[in-house]
C-alpha cells in the first residue's frame, strides 16, 4: 500500500446537524453514515485498513503532486487543492447544506461537492463507491440522464451532478473544463437549475455559520482555536432530537492493536454534560435548549428516576454491541464495532450530569421555554436516584467492565446533584424543598470526606479514586470544578499533588495508571491533560499551564481539532474523532488563561 494512503486522523469533518463525514488530506470522504451519525457508514474507507476503494468518494488528479486545505473563515465548509506535475489544478469544495428555508432548518441528508478547475488543463477521476450493511458490499447503481441511484438500503441515496455520467459510472479520466456539481442526497429528482441551487446552497450554508459564530462569546487569546471547536461540537449535535455524540466515530483504538475500540456515535449524559458547559461559555444557547429538550425525554421516560450512561441521538435505550465483520479496522487494527454494551452499565454520576445543566433553565432569562415548577418535579425524581446511589457501587466514569467500585467522582456529582436542587429550591420559593436537598448533599459531604479520603498516616494524605481503594485517577481535580472543594482547600491541594506525581507523563495526563480490563493504560487521555493545566491554572502556575496548553494545541490536526488518545511518546493521536471531551479542554483552558478583552479595549 502507498505510505500516504495509511489512514491516519488528519480529518477535515463537515456536516450539517443531521450527517456529518470526515474527508482527508486527499480531499476523500473516507466516513460518513446515514441517515445519520449512528446509521450506515455508506462511505467507511477510514476503517477499511488498505482496501480503500470501497466506501469511499474521491477525485483523483491526473498527475497529483500535492494537496492543501483550509475551510472557509469561520465556517465546516472546506476547500481542498490538488495540483499535478503538470501545473494544473483544482479546488473541492465541500459541505452540507444547513439554513433556514420555509421557516425551517434545512438541514438534507445530503453530501454536496463543487469541483473547480484553477490552474492548466486538470484532467480528474472520480471514485464514488459506497457501501452497504457495515461494508457487507458495494452498492449497486441505476442511473438516468443526469443522475446515479446507490442502492445503499431502504432509502437510495441520488447523485445529481452536471459531470458526464457514464464518465462517474465506469471511473473513467476526463478533463475538468468548468465548475462541476455533485449533489449525493435523498432520492428524489433535484428541483431547479443544478449549478445555481447548489452555489445558492453553499453561500447560504456559509452565511449561517458565520452568523453564527458571530453570535459567539470567545475569549480573546486562540480565538481561531476556539471557534473551530464551537462550530465542530455543534456539528455533534443531531439537532432533530437536541441529543449530543461523544464523537463522529467508532472503533478507533485508543492505542496502537488494543482492542480498546468503542462505538462512540451516541449520547453520553457525562460528555453532553461537559459539551453543554464548554458552549454555554461561550453563548451559545441554541445548542442547550436542544439538548435540554432531549433531556427531559430522556427523564419522562426513564422508570423510577433511573438513567442509564447512554442512549442513541433517538433516545433508543438498547444499543446492543456486535461487530462489523466486513471491515477490517483502522490500519486492520479491528474489531470494527456497532453499539456499545456500556448503557448496561451502573454509572452513577449520570444523575448530577442530568442535574447540573438543567439548573441553568430556572435561572436563564433569555430562553425560548424556562423551567417550570414541574420540570423541578421530574427533576427531583432523578435527585432522588442520586441521593439512593451515592454510595453504591458503579462502573465508574471510566467505564471498567470488570469491576464495581464506590467511586469517588460519582459521589461527587450526586453531592453536586442533591446541592443544585437545593440552590432552584430555594430560587423558586419552595423552602421546604430547599431544606431536604440541602440536608441530604451535607450528608453525601460528610460521607465523601471520612470515605474517599486516604490518610498517609503523617497528616496528609489525597482522595481516592473509589472508596474501596487509594488509587489515583484524574477525574479528582474535577472536585474544584463541580464546586465540591475550593482551590486553596488543603485537601485538594494535597490530592492534585498525588494525581500529578502519579499521572503526569511529561506534558500530558493518564486517567489512571492502574491497570483495568485491558491492561495499563498506554497513551494519554487529552480531556486529562486540559483537567491538568486547568489545576495549573487554579494553583498560580499560570506560566506552565499556558505551556502545557500550547504544547496541546500544537498536536492538533491541520483541521484544529483532537481526537480522545495521545501517545505521550510520539504525539501521534489515538480514539475516536473529533471528541469532543477534548474540545471542551480546548474552549475551557482557553477561556481561562486567555488575556481579557479590557486589556485591548
Request: hydrophobic residues 35%; glycine residues 8%; contains cysteine.
Given at each position: 500500500?502507498n505510505e500516504t494512503?495509511?489512514?491516519n486522523?488528519e480529518l477535515w469533518p463537515?456536516?450539517?446537524c443531521?450527517?456529518?463525514?470526515l474527508i482527508?488530506?486527499?480531499g476523500?470522504l473516507?466516513w460518513?453514515c446515514?441517515p445519520r451519525?449512528?446509521g450506515d457508514?455508506?462511505?467507511s474507507?477510514?476503517?477499511n485498513?488498505?482496501?480503500?476503494?470501497a466506501?469511499?468518494?474521491r477525485?483523483?488528479?491526473?498527475?497529483?503532486?500535492?494537496s492543501k486545505?483550509?475551510y472557509i473563515?469561520?465556517?465546516?465548509?472546506?476547500v481542498t487543492?490538488?495540483?499535478?506535475?503538470?501545473?494544473?489544478?483544482?479546488?473541492?469544495l465541500?459541505?452540507?447544506p444547513?439554513?433556514e428555508r420555509?421557516g425551517?432548518m434545512?438541514r438534507?441528508?445530503?453530501y454536496?461537492?463543487i469541483?473547480?478547475?484553477?490552474?492548466g488543463?486538470?484532467?480528474?477521476?472520480?471514485?464514488?463507491n459506497p457501501v452497504k450493511n457495515?461494508?457487507?458490499q458495494?452498492?449497486d447503481t441505476t442511473?438516468?440522464?443526469?443522475?446515479?441511484r446507490y442502492?445503499?438500503?431502504p432509502q437510495?441515496?441520488?447523485?445529481?451532478?452536471?459531470a458526464p455520467?457514464?464518465?462517474?459510472?465506469?471511473?473513467r479520466?476526463?478533463?475538468?473544463?468548468?465548475?462541476t456539481h455533485?449533489?449525493?442526497?435523498?432520492?428524489?429528482p433535484?428541483?431547479?437549475n443544478?449549478?445555481e441551487?447548489?452555489?445558492?446552497?453553499e453561500?447560504?450554508?456559509?452565511?449561517?455559520w458565520q452568523?453564527?459564530?458571530?453570535?459567539?462569546?470567545?475569549?480573546f487569546?486562540?480565538?481561531?482555536e476556539?471557534?473551530?471547536?464551537a462550530?465542530?461540537?455543534?456539528?455533534c449535535?443531531?439537532e432533530?432530537t437536541?441529543?449530543?455524540?461523544?464523537?463522529?466515530?467508532?472503533?478507533?483504538p485508543?492505542?496502537?492493536?488494543?482492542?480498546?475500540?468503542w462505538?462512540?456515535?451516541?449520547?453520553?449524559?457525562r460528555?453532553s454534560?461537559?459539551t453543554i458547559?464548554?458552549?454555554?461559555?461561550?453563548?451559545?444557547?441554541?445548542v442547550?435548549?436542544?439538548y435540554?429538550?432531549y433531556?427531559r425525554?430522556i427523564?419522562?421516560g426513564?422508570?423510577?428516576?433511573?438513567i442509564?450512561?447512554l442512549?442513541?441521538v433517538?433516545?433508543?435505550?438498547?444499543?446492543d454491541?456486535?461487530?462489523a465483520s466486513?471491515?477490517?479496522g483502522?490500519?486492520g487494527?479491528?474489531p470494527v464495532?456497532?453499539g456499545?454494551?456500556?448503557?448496561k452499565?451502573i454509572?452513577?454520576?449520570?444523575?448530577?450530569?442530568?442535574v447540573?445543566?438543567?439548573?441553568?433553565?430556572?435561572?436563564?432569562k433569555r430562553?425560548?421555554r424556562?423551567?417550570d415548577?414541574r420540570?423541578?418535579?421530574?427533576l427531583?425524581?432523578v435527585?432522588?436516584m442520586?441521593w439512593?446511589m451515592?454510595?453504591q457501587?458503579d462502573a465508574?466514569?471510566?467505564?471498567f467492565?470488570?469491576r464495581?467500585?464506590?467511586?469517588t467522582?460519582?459521589?461527587?456529582?450526586?453531592?453536586?446533584?442533591?446541592?443544585r436542587?437545593?440552590?432552584?429550591a430555594t430560587?423558586?420559593?419552595k423552602?421546604?424543598?430547599?431544606?431536604i436537598?440541602?440536608e441530604?448533599?451535607?450528608s453525601i459531604r460528610d460521607?465523601?470526606e471520612?470515605?474517599?479520603w486516604k490518610?498517609d498516616?503523617k497528616?496528609?494524605?489525597?482522595?481516592?479514586?473509589s472508596?474501596?481503594?487509594?488509587?489515583l485517577?484524574?477525574?479528582?481535580l474535577?472536585m474544584?470544578e463541580?464546586r465540591?472543594?475550593?482551590p486553596d482547600?488543603?485537601?485538594?491541594?494535597?490530592?492534585f499533588?498525588?494525581v500529578e506525581?502519579?499521572l503526569r507523563?511529561?506534558?500530558?495526563?493518564?486517567r489512571y495508571?492502574?491497570?483495568?480490563?485491558?491492561?495499563?493504560?498506554e497513551?494519554a487521555f487529552?480531556?486529562?491533560?486540559?483537567?491538568?493545566?486547568e489545576?495549573l491554572?487554579l494553583a498560580g502556575?499560570?506560566?506552565e499551564a499556558?505551556?502545557l496548553?500550547n504544547?496541546?494545541?500544537?498536536?492538533?490536526t491541520?483541521?484544529?481539532?483532537?481526537s480522545e488518545d495521545l501517545?505521550?511518546?510520539?504525539?501521534e493521536l489515538?480514539g475516536?474523532?473529533?471528541q469532543?471531551?477534548?474540545?471542551?479542554?480546548?474552549?475551557n483552558c482557553a477561556?481561562l488563561?486567555?488575556?481579557?478583552?479590557?486589556?485591548?479595549?
Amino acid at each position: 500500500m502507498n505510505e500516504t494512503r495509511i489512514p491516519n486522523l488528519e480529518l477535515w469533518p463537515i456536516g450539517n446537524c443531521q450527517v456529518s463525514g470526515l474527508i482527508d488530506q486527499t480531499g476523500a470522504l473516507v466516513w460518513g453514515c446515514v441517515p445519520r451519525v449512528d446509521g450506515d457508514p455508506v462511505f467507511s474507507s477510514l476503517l477499511n485498513d488498505d482496501q480503500r476503494d470501497a466506501g469511499i468518494w474521491r477525485f483523483e488528479l491526473e498527475g497529483q503532486v500535492s494537496s492543501k486545505q483550509e475551510y472557509i473563515r469561520n465556517t465546516p465548509n472546506l476547500v481542498t487543492t490538488l495540483e499535478a506535475s503538470d501545473g494544473s489544478a483544482i479546488e473541492i469544495l465541500d459541505f452540507c447544506p444547513r439554513y433556514e428555508r420555509s421557516g425551517r432548518m434545512y438541514r438534507p441528508v445530503a453530501y454536496t461537492r463543487i469541483v473547480r478547475p484553477i490552474a492548466g488543463i486538470p484532467r480528474v477521476r472520480v471514485v464514488l463507491n459506497p457501501v452497504k450493511n457495515y461494508g457487507a458490499q458495494v452498492a449497486d447503481t441505476t442511473h438516468g440522464t443526469n443522475h446515479i441511484r446507490y442502492l445503499v438500503g431502504p432509502q437510495a441515496l441520488r447523485l445529481s451532478t452536471d459531470a458526464p455520467v457514464g464518465y462517474v459510472l465506469d471511473g473513467r479520466t476526463f478533463r475538468i473544463e468548468e465548475d462541476t456539481h455533485f449533489f449525493l442526497g435523498p432520492d428524489e429528482p433535484f428541483v431547479g437549475n443544478l449549478r445555481e441551487e447548489v452555489r445558492g446552497m453553499e453561500q447560504r450554508t456559509r452565511k449561517y455559520w458565520q452568523r453564527w459564530v458571530r453570535g459567539l462569546h470567545i475569549p480573546f487569546e486562540w480565538q481561531e482555536e476556539v471557534i473551530r471547536c464551537a462550530i465542530t461540537l455543534k456539528l455533534c449535535q443531531h439537532e432533530e432530537t437536541g441529543a449530543i455524540v461523544a464523537a463522529l466515530t467508532t472503533s478507533i483504538p485508543e492505542a496502537a492493536n488494543s482492542e480498546r475500540n468503542w462505538d462512540y456515535r451516541y449520547c453520553w449524559i457525562r460528555d453532553s454534560y461537559y459539551t453543554i458547559q464548554a458552549l454555554n461559555r461561550l453563548g451559545a444557547l441554541d445548542v442547550m435548549e436542544k439538548y435540554l429538550g432531549y433531556l427531559r425525554n430522556i427523564v419522562d421516560g426513564a422508570r423510577g428516576g433511573q438513567i442509564q450512561p447512554l442512549y442513541s441521538v433517538m433516545g433508543e435505550s438498547e444499543l446492543d454491541e456486535t461487530t462489523a465483520s466486513y471491515l477490517a479496522g483502522y490500519r486492520g487494527m479491528g474489531p470494527v464495532r456497532r453499539g456499545n454494551a456500556a448503557y448496561k452499565q451502573i454509572q452513577h454520576d449520570c444523575y448530577g450530569q442530568i442535574v447540573l445543566p438543567s439548573v441553568q433553565s430556572f435561572f436563564d432569562k433569555r430562553l425560548l421555554r424556562p423551567a417550570d415548577e414541574r420540570d423541578f418535579e421530574n427533576l427531583e425524581q432523578v435527585g432522588k436516584m442520586a441521593w439512593a446511589m451515592h454510595d453504591q457501587p458503579d462502573a465508574g466514569l471510566w467505564e471498567f467492565r470488570t469491576r464495581e467500585e464506590v467511586h469517588t467522582y460519582s459521589a461527587v456529582m450526586s453531592w453536586a446533584a442533591c446541592d443544585r436542587l437545593a440552590t432552584v429550591a430555594t430560587h423558586i420559593g419552595k423552602d421546604d424543598r430547599a431544606a431536604i436537598w440541602r440536608e441530604r448533599a451535607d450528608s453525601i459531604r460528610d460521607t465523601i470526606e471520612t470515605k474517599a479520603w486516604k490518610d498517609d498516616g503523617k497528616g496528609g494524605g489525597h482522595y481516592g479514586a473509589s472508596f474501596e481503594s487509594d488509587y489515583l485517577d484524574a477525574s479528582l481535580l474535577q472536585m474544584v470544578e463541580l464546586r465540591f472543594l475550593s482551590p486553596d482547600n488543603d485537601r485538594f491541594k494535597q490530592t492534585f499533588a498525588a494525581v500529578e506525581e502519579h499521572l503526569r507523563r511529561g506534558n500530558h495526563m493518564l486517567r489512571y495508571a492502574a491497570e483495568d480490563d485491558f491492561g495499563a493504560p498506554e497513551t494519554a487521555f487529552n480531556v486529562c491533560t486540559f483537567w491538568l493545566i486547568e489545576a495549573l491554572h487554579l494553583a498560580g502556575r499560570d506560566d506552565e499551564a499556558r505551556t502545557l496548553f500550547n504544547t496541546m494545541l500544537s498536536h492538533t490536526t491541520g483541521s484544529g481539532l483532537l481526537s480522545e488518545d495521545l501517545d505521550y511518546e510520539t504525539g501521534e493521536l489515538w480514539g475516536n474523532f473529533p471528541q469532543t471531551y477534548s474540545l471542551v479542554g480546548v474552549i475551557n483552558c482557553a477561556g481561562l488563561l486567555s488575556k481579557l478583552w479590557s486589556d485591548v479595549r
